[in-house]
């Protein structure tokens, strides 16, 4: 397959064969429900495609030819309104898919937060991959109760949390997104700005802004440049976020 066949899509591929049983992304994504034995068959399905920070896969509306895991980076899906305005639904990393549509466009636009490496199936491939290997459909299943799962977390906290509560529920929840939950002192390496944040969470950057400092300086946490976040007093993020000591999120448990 040559990028003249997939012109539409951003990015550039990477030529060779995938080196799917040294993948760092492979215990968390679609092509880890195959076997050593097994996984060697993908090589005949999938392309991989390098994407620029702040270079976009795809967009809205266009032809959904094929679906998508990132395997390297982190990316955004999000819709556009006709002004411009923009409402950010996710944020990916590795061992997440996308593209994931049965229609024939794209319901949302793709593009990498930072520079990204993302495995291409064609639609038609994947679902013969999927037919004859069925733990990689069982996957699928799994990933899209966890995907239902989070969007209504996304919906509550859009509807019915305040500044704080938003802020503090999204660092919250990037913590188990990235595994990196402590007893003591969490590093959060945030590859979105503070306005993807607030496109993210329907507040202004300046509420953004605002809200992190009054955190910094209440020793919740410390912000370490624009992209790195010390979370220094969890329990009291927690509570900052309104969120029960029990609770843990679908994604969490897709990471761990």
């Known amino acids: 397959m040559s990028d003249s066949d997939i012109s539409a899509l951003g990015g550039r591929i990477v030529p060779g064969d995938p080196p799917c049983l040294l993948c760092e992304a492979r215990s968390s994504a679609v092509c880890g429900a195959l076997g050593e034995d097994r ?114 977390d996304q919906m509550f906290l859009l509807g019915r949390k305040n500044a704080m509560e938003k802020i503090a529920s999204f660092l919250w929840f990037q913590m188990h997104r990235l595994k990196l939950r402590s007893r003591n002192r969490t590093r959060l390496e945030l590859p979105m700005s503070r306005r993807d944040i607030a496109d993210y969470l329907g507040l202004t950057v300046e509420t953004v802004s605002r809200t992190l400092t009054r955190m910094r300086r209440d020793g919740t946490i410390r912000t370490i440049g624009k992209h790195d976040v010390d979370v220094l007093d969890i329990e009291d993020l927690r509570a900052r976020a309104g969120i029960d000591a029990d609770f843990r999120p679908a994604t969490a448990e897709r990471a761990a």
């Open 39 to 152: 996984i060697v068959c993908l090589n005949d399905y999938v392309v991989r495609r390098r994407i620029g920070a702040g270079e976009r896969l795809f967009d809205e509306g266009d032809r959904a030819g094929h679906y998508f895991v990132v395997t390297e980076g982190a990316m955004t899906v999000f819709k556009e309104a006709y002004d411009g305005r923009r409402q950010i639904t996710g944020f990916l990393y590795s061992g997440d898919m996308l593209g994931l549509n049965h229609h024939q466009r794209y319901a949302y636009s793709a593009e990498a937060l930072s520079a990204s490496v993302v495995c291409q199936y064609e639609i038609a491939d994947l679902n013969r991959l999927f037919r004859e290997y069925p733990e990689m459909e069982h996957w699928l299943l799994r990933h899209c109760s966890d995907e239902l799962a989070s969007a209504h």
